[in-house]
Structure formats: structure tokens, C-alpha cells
């Protein structure tokens, strides 16, 4: 049996009648199955096996007839067509069965209509079962769609009708806003606003500004308790489909946490600009105190170490042994504040003088002091040994002092049993995320080590700091202001350093510094 054909049940007590029927089916051009059925038993047992298509019924079957039959077929199959055929019927019969909800009647002397009646009442038949699919469809996604929008806890979606009444409410809008479906609907959507938003028209404008498409906002919103909370809001036009305006959907968000994450962020973020700012002034001050104090301090204290000398040769001859000696610790005395004074100014010269960045080749760099420090070299018997270090941007002047008052000390304090031997070499670092700048940058680590006397690590705070030593005066000359200084260029270079040492084992000193990929290149074509 072909399935697409649709199958006839008949009900005829006479099996000519029947075939006639079928005959005339035929012959209007349809393709059928179809079961004969010649009375009630055997129809309604029909009806209970397999669903048919259309019924014939005849109107007077022996023991039944054609309303009853219409009733048992409606009764099973709600929407099924029936048409009644009738030997002879009159008039207000056939408006009885047409009452009674058969699909139409045909008489047997004009059972050529059989044919035609019956394609019709099948095609209106399938129509409406289409339209019926249809609908089911649709509202079962509409019921989908407002399961799905129900169901959302973190969105208020709220439709309005054109006016800007509300026509629907979500359990998010109930949660975030406070009011339930019955209390919002049919309320103008402007009871979400503050008074003074309400006031100034905002509401309106949303409506007008939506109307031409899309408007998107962020802006405080009111619950019912009248509390007050930022909502990120979304509100388009809905249109059918000619066109016309049906509404407004309303989107909204809560952004109170954002939005106070968002401000305390900024309030941190001024602190640290204004805190900054203190800090840079109080820097600039102290920086330029130390410039004058110590530029100042120069031309009297030559007046101190000038007359004294003089003093020395006018009246040596005249002084005691306690007298001159008074005067040679005058002039000693005068002397080494004078170096300490040029120290200070080197100090506070780091950021009041520095100079612009260029590329600076390391390499030669660390040639050229130890060329400076050749007497020390010398005089200890030590050995610098230089591994490869790169080209970065930097102060040339500045890294001249930063190694040569590093290299300077890892000859200076050596072990008097061991010769000092200092190592500088240079390896760079896997590209991190800077603090600063939160961007990727390489970093050069550069180390400089000695075998010398070493220094107790707890104290390596203190060893940077200005005027600060370990060790004593008379054993190592100095006046404490080296690693101060080379810290203070190390951090004008953006860097970092830090040093590892154990008494007795030597140290070592870290310097991280930033590195450019390009800096690489054309340090290679240096090397060669
Ligand atoms: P200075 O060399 O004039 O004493 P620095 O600021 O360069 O001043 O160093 C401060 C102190 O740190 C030194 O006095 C010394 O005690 C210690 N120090 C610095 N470099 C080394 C080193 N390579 N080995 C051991 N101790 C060191």
C-alpha cells in the first residue's frame, strides 16, 4: 500500500453502491486505498484499527446510518471528513447532516459529484491539519521562548507595548527589581527610574531613541524598595511583519558590583597618581637640596683645605708636633669631606643629570673600566674576566659608573690569602610581563662575582643605602656611597639589583635591566 494515498473508509450496504463510489473516486483522478465496510460492526471496528483519511458514509445503512456513523468517526478522529451519501434525502435532512458536522452530502443520482466533493473535503481536511501543525509549532516555541525567559535569573527582560506600558516581566526583572509580574504589568516602564531621571524626560527619549532601531545605556535604576543600582539596559523596537511598531523589549543588568569595582578602582588608581605625584615633588626637592647643599658646601670647604695647606707652609716650622698634627687632621678631615660631598653630588647627579639613552655596547663598556681600574688589577694581582653582555639603551656615562664601582669592589674586597678574580657576564631573561607597563618585555640579567671576603646576607638592605658599610674604614677605603649610587642608576634604567654573598665565599651582584630584541642584532654585528 502506498502511504501517500489516502485511505478511504466506506460505509454501504451494498457492495455495487460501494464499488460505484469508488468507480466515481477514479474517475475524478484519485489515488486511493480504501475499506468497505457494510455495517456498523465491521465500520466501527474499521475506525478502531486504522485511521483513515475520509469517511463515506451512506445515510441509511441496515441496524445504523450516517449521523450515527458521522458521531463514532468524529469521536475517535476529531477533524476527519465525512461525506454523507444518501439515496434520496430532502431538504431539510441534508441541513440536518450538514448540522450535524458532516463535511458536505452527495446524492447517489449525482454521484458524479462524488468525485469532486470528496478531493475537496481532503484538501480542506489536509489544510486544516497543516494549520493546525503549524500553530502547534508556534506555540510551542512561544512557550519554549517564554520558558527560556522566565528561566533567566540574571536579566530583567521586559516587553513593553508601544507606549512604554509593561506587557510582560521575567523572574530576572522580578529579582533584580523587586516588583512581581502582577504588580509591573501595566505599569509605564518610567517607574524604573529615579524621580529626577523620570522628570528630565529620559524615559521618553529610551522610547524615541529605541524606535529607531537599538538603544543601549548605562544608567541607575529604582527598585521598588526605592533603592538605587546601575543596570547596563538594551532596549529595541519590535516590529511585525508589515513593519508597524508592536513594542519595545527591554534588556537591563544589574552593574552595582561592576560599577563599584569600577569606581573604587578609579579612586585607587587617583590616590596612586596623587601619592606618586608627592613622591616625585619630594624626590625633586630632596634632590635639589642635596645638589645645592652639597654644590654649596664646596667653596667653603676649599677655603678650609686652601688656608689650612697655607697655614701648614706659612707656620710649619713654628707648630709642635700636637699642632701640626691638629692641622694635617684639619686638611684630612676637609679632604675626605670633599669626596664625600662629590659623592653626594654623583648621587643626587643620576636623575638631576642623566643623559638621554642611546645604544650602549656593555661590552666595551666593561672594557674601558677595566682599563680605568688597571692600578687595582695591578696592585692585587686580580684578573676581571668579561663574558658576553649586550647592547641595551642606556646612559652610557651611568653604566660606566655602575661598573666600574662594582668591578672596583670585587677587586677592593678581596681575601688577602686569594687573588681577586671578578666575572661579568650577561644572559637574557625569558620575556615577562613588565609591572609598569603590563606589557611583554625582555630583561638582561647581568652578573657581576667575585671570590672576595663576602658579607653577611641579613645586611644587604643596608648595603645599598648612602654612607652605609660593613667593613671597617682603615682595612678598605670607601665612603658607603657606591652601591647606593648604583642602585639609584639601575632604577633610573627601569632595572633592579640585588646581590647573593656569604662570608668568606665572595658575592655576587645581580643587575636586571631591560632589553629591546633589536638591541640583540646589532650587538651580534658589535661582537664580530
Ligand atoms: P664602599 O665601597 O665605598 O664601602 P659601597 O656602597 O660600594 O661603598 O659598598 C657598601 C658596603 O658593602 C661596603 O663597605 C662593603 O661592606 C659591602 N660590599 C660592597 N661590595 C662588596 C663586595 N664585592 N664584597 C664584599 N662586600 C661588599
Not at 38 to 57: C, H, R
Not at 242 to 259: N, V
Request: aromatic share 6%; hydrophobic share 40%.
Amino acid at each position: 500500500m502506498d502511504n501517500d494515498q489516502p485511505h478511504i473508509l466506506i460505509l454501504e450496504d451494498n457492495d455495487a453502491d460501494a464499488e460505484l463510489m469508488k468507480r466515481e473516486l477514479r474517475k475524478a483522478g484519485l489515488a486511493f486505498t480504501s475499506t468497505w465496510t457494510p455495517g456498523k460492526v465491521p465500520f466501527l471496528s474499521a475506525l478502531e484499527n486504522s485511521q483513515p483519511d475520509l469517511v463515506l458514509a451512506d445515510y441509511s445503512v441496515p441496524g445504523f446510518d450516517g449521523l450515527s456513523a458521522l458521531t463514532a468517526a468524529r469521536q475517535r478522529f476529531p477533524d476527519i471528513p465525512v461525506v454523507i451519501v444518501s439515496g434520496a434525502i430532502g431538504e431539510e435532512l441534508a441541513i440536518e447532516t450538514l448540522k450535524g458536522g458532516a463535511t458536505d452530502y452527495v446524492l447517489k443520482q449525482r454521484l458524479d459529484r462524488l468525485g469532486p466533493v470528496t478531493l475537496r473535503a481532503l484538501q480542506e481536511a489536509n489544510q486544516i491539519a497543516e494549520r493546525k501543525r503549524v500553530e502547534n509549532a508556534l506555540r510551542e516555541s512561544d512557550e519554549r521562548l517564554r520558558l527560556l525567559i522566565e528561566g533567566i535569573h540574571d536579566y530583567a527582560i521586559v516587553m513593553l507595548d508601544t507606549r512604554g506600558y509593561i506587557a510582560s516581566w521575567n523572574t530576572g526583572a522580578e529579582r533584580i527589581l523587586g516588583w512581581t509580574s502582577e504588580e509591573a504589568i501595566g505599569q509605564h516602564f518610567s517607574i524604573f527610574y529615579p524621580p529626577q531621571t523620570e522628570k528630565s524626560g529620559t524615559p521618553r527619549r529610551f522610547l524615541e531613541l529605541a524606535a529607531e532601531g537599538r538603544h543601549e545605556d548605562q544608567i541607575q535604576h529604582v527598585r521598588k524598595d526605592r533603592s538605587l543600582f546601575w543596570a547596563d539596559v538594551v532596549m529595541c523596537a519590535i516590529h511585525d511583519a508589515a513593519g508597524h511598531l508592536r513594542g519595545y523589549a527591554k534588556i537591563m543588568r544589574d552593574i552595582s558590583e561592576r560599577k563599584q569595582a569600577e569606581d573604587a578602582l578609579a579612586q585607587a588608581n587617583a590616590d596612586l597618581q596623587a601619592f606618586t605625584e608627592r613622591l616625585q615633588r619630594s624626590n625633586r626637592d630632596l634632590e635639589d637640596f642635596a645638589f645645592i647643599a652639597s654644590h654649596d658646601l664646596q667653596e667653603p670647604l676649599r677655603k678650609i683645605k686652601v688656608f689650612g695647606q697655607r697655614l701648614q707652609d706659612h707656620a710649619g716650622d713654628h707648630l709642635d708636633a700636637e699642632e701640626t698634627d691638629f692641622l694635617e687632621r684639619m686638611i684630612s678631615a676637609s679632604q675626605r669631606m670633599k669626596t664625600m660631598i662629590d659623592e653626594l653630588l654623583a648621587y643626587s647627579r643620576v636623575t638631576t643629570k642623566a643623559q638621554p639613552f642611546e645604544r650602549v655596547d656593555l661590552n666595551a663598556v666593561v672594557r674601558e673600566v677595566i682599563s680605568d681600574l688597571e692600578i687595582q688589577v695591578e696592585l692585587t694581582q686580580g684578573q676581571v674576566i668579561i663574558g658576553e653582555i649586550p647592547c641595551i639603551e642606556a646612559d652610557r656615562y651611568q653604566m660606566h659608573q655602575l661598573f666600574l664601582n662594582l668591578i672596583g669592589n670585587g677587586l677592593k674586597f678581596h681575601r688577602l690569602d686569594l687573588p681577586p678574580v671578578v666575572q661579568v657576564s650577561a644572559r637574557i631573561l625569558e620575556p615577562q610581563h613588565t609591572k609598569a607597563t603590563g606589557r611583554l618585555g625582555s630583561m638582561v640579567e647581568i652578573l657581576i662575582e667575585d671570590n672576595g671576603i663576602g658579607f653577611d646576607i641579613s645586611q644587604l638592605e643596608r648595603i645599598f643605602k648612602p654612607f652605609e658599610r660593613l667593613h671597617g674604614k682603615s682595612e678598605y677605603k670607601g665612603f658607603g656611597m657606591g652601591l647606593a649610587i648604583c642602585r639609584k642608576i639601575v632604577e633610573h634604567h627601569s632595572g633592579k639589583i640585588t646581590a647573593k654573598s656569604q662570608p668568606g665565599f665572595g658575592s655576587s651582584f645581580i643587575i636586571d635591566l631591560p632589553y629591546q630584541e633589536s638591541d640583540k642584532l646589532l650587538n651580534e654585528k658589535t661582537i664580530i
